[in-house]
């Protein structure tokens, strides 16, 4: 019965969320391939150090937040979010062979930024164009799927990267050469697959920044806003993942098998917890994610055997799929539907900094105490976001 439900809900869910779900798969797989090995090829052949790597994770994933607001406003003001998501998805693309070219860790530091400014100007429009084609009963399993796509990306990459580090005998850059044909696949497949809704371009516009437009933004999106911001401090760049799971000996070649655990949890989670999301308490599945990242933060920071690294790393990738869908939901939830690019812009400037502060906290903490330390600093936040979404859920304003 629960089988059928869910198929009569995937066929209900819109073509244009399954396009850009493939989009995002295939520029994930891209992305991927060259992520699960970039700490590595930093520590070990340009030589930089964990503090180092914290702070090219932090700028660029920060980057990537904070770009989104300009972008997400912008779709507001024009209402041509395609355009937009197609300038960012080739602008990704075309930052991928800079990597296969880096010789310093100052080259992968730009070519990391400009790559996440591509995200960044991609995100907030896609994520709007979600919420636009979509019925608001189907919304959570659309994120969710389009997250558990997106996430199959993130599995299969670094799934690829192994088997060619395998074969070509830790040939780092020649992975980061071939990592560059899914990212222009994704811009083939969004400019001739999506068709934007023509309604969106004929609506009066109006400045999304204008005061009256910002008061419209209420309590209840500003309260999600502040959870997701905490979530970004506790869980900090994955790359500190990466170089956990090195700790324990691990090959470098057999070190992104660990991210495809992690992303193969994701992915199966993130669709069936997005579809949950739609008929039950969006509090509770926030705190039963925060519960999951404490687990996993104090199962990481414990010891660096592998069998206990991935298990923390399978928690990890379990709370990532209970969580993201439903934050992105719950933004399209609380937000005008005239200012959604704006409120997932907002979201994820907070998010952004938060993400920035948390890598740079976690790899202080790496280079003077230890990777252990790093892991309770996050348990440490994600205690402090459980408290604050257990207060918030008694009262009756929180679905």
Same mark, same amino acid.
Request: hydrophobic share 55%.
């Given at each position: 019965?629960?089988?059928?439900?869910?198929?009569?809900?995937?066929?209900?869910?819109?073509?244009?969320?399954?396009?850009?779900?493939?989009?995002?798969?295939?520029?994930?797989?891209?992305?991927?391939?060259?992520?699960?090995?970039?700490?590595?090829?930093?520590?070990?052949?340009?030589?930089?150090?964990?503090?180092?790597?914290?702070?090219?994770?932090?700028?660029?994933?920060?980057?990537?937040?904070?770009?989104?607001?300009?972008?997400?406003?912008?779709?507001?003001?024009?209402?041509?979010?395609?355009?937009?998501?197609?300038?960012?998805?080739?602008?990704?693309?075309?930052?991928?062979?800079?990597?296969?070219?880096?010789?310093?860790?100052?080259?992968?530091?730009?070519?990391?930024?400009?790559?996440?400014?591509?995200?960044?100007?991609?995100?907030?429009?896609?994520?709007?164009?979600?919420?636009?084609?979509?019925?608001?009963?189907?919304?959570?399993?659309?994120?969710?799927?389009?997250?558990?796509?997106?996430?199959?990306?993130?599995?299969?990459?670094?799934?690829?990267?192994?088997?060619?580090?395998?074969?070509?005998?830790?040939?780092?850059?020649?992975?980061?050469?071939?990592?560059?044909?899914?990212?222009?696949?994704?811009?083939?497949?969004?400019?001739?697959?999506?068709?934007?809704?023509?309604?969106?371009?004929?609506?009066?516009?109006?400045?999304?920044?204008?005061?009256?437009?910002?008061?419209?933004?209420?309590?209840?999106?500003?309260?999600?806003?502040?959870?997701?911001?905490?979530?970004?401090?506790?869980?900090?760049?994955?790359?500190?993942?990466?170089?956990?799971?090195?700790?324990?000996?691990?090959?470098?070649?057999?070190?992104?098998?660990?991210?495809?655990?992690?992303?193969?949890?994701?992915?199966?989670?993130?669709?069936?917890?997005? /579809?949950?999301?739609?008929?039950?308490?969006?509090?509770?599945?926030?705190?039963?994610?925060?519960?999951?990242?404490?687990?996993?933060?104090?199962?990481?920071?414990?010891?660096? /055997?592998?069998?206990?690294?991935?298990?923390?790393?399978?928690?990890?990738?379990? /709370?990532?799929?209970?969580?993201?869908?439903?934050?992105?939901?719950?933004?399209?939830?609380?937000?005008?539907?005239?200012?959604?690019?704006?409120?997932?812009?907002?979201?994820?400037?907070?998010?952004?900094?938060?993400?920035?502060?948390?890598?740079?906290?976690?790899?202080?903490?790496?280079?003077?105490?230890?990777?252990?330390?790093?892991?309770?600093?996050?348990?440490?936040?994600?205690?402090?976001?459980?408290?604050?979404?257990?207060? /918030?859920?008694?009262?009756?304003?929180?679905?």
């Amino acid at each position: 019965m629960g089988n059928k439900k869910e198929r009569s809900t995937l066929s209900r869910i819109p073509a244009g969320v399954w396009v850009l779900g493939f989009v995002s798969m295939t520029m994930d797989i891209s992305s991927e391939m060259i992520h699960s090995l970039l700490p590595l090829f930093m520590v070990s052949s340009l030589g930089a150090s964990a503090m180092t790597v914290g702070l090219i994770e932090g700028l660029a994933e920060s980057t990537a937040l904070i770009v989104k607001i300009f972008s997400g406003v912008l779709s507001d003001a024009i209402g041509k979010r395609k355009e937009l998501a197609l300038l960012g998805y080739a602008l990704g693309a075309l930052t991928k062979p800079v990597f296969a070219m880096a010789s310093s860790a100052g080259v992968v530091l730009a070519a990391r930024v400009l790559d996440r400014v591509g995200k960044g100007v991609r995100g907030a429009p896609r994520d709007a164009l979600v919420a636009d084609i979509t019925p608001p009963q189907l919304r959570g399993a659309a994120f969710g799927l389009r997250q558990s796509l997106d996430t199959v990306g993130a599995f299969v990459g670094p799934l690829l990267a192994a088997g060619l580090m395998l074969l070509w005998s830790d040939n780092f850059r020649a992975v980061f050469w071939i990592a560059v044909i899914p990212g222009l696949l994704a811009v083939a497949l969004l400019f001739f697959g999506l068709h934007e809704p023509p309604h969106l371009r004929d609506e009066a516009r109006t400045n999304p920044l204008q005061r009256a437009n910002l008061l419209r933004l209420d309590s209840s999106y500003w309260w999600v806003v502040g959870i997701g911001a905490l979530f970004a401090l506790a869980r900090f760049s994955e790359a500190f993942l990466v170089l956990r799971i090195q700790q324990g000996g691990v090959p470098f070649a057999l070190v992104p098998l660990v991210i495809v655990a992690m992303n193969l949890v994701y992915a199966s989670s993130a669709y069936p917890f997005g /579809h949950l999301s739609d008929r039950v308490s969006h509090s509770r599945l926030l705190m039963l994610g925060l519960m999951v990242l404490f687990a996993a933060d104090l199962i990481l920071a414990y010891d660096d /055997h592998w069998t206990v690294v991935l298990g923390g790393i399978l928690l990890w990738g379990l /709370h990532m799929g209970i969580t993201q869908g439903l934050l992105a939901a719950m933004v399209a939830d609380t937000a005008p539907a005239d200012l959604r690019g704006t409120a997932y812009g907002f979201f994820n400037l907070i998010s952004g900094v938060a993400m920035l502060l948390a890598s740079l906290i976690a790899g202080f903490l790496w280079d003077r105490f230890g990777a252990a330390q790093a892991f309770y600093a996050g348990a440490a936040f994600s205690a402090i976001a459980l408290l604050g979404v257990t207060v /918030h859920s008694r009262r009756p304003t929180l679905s």
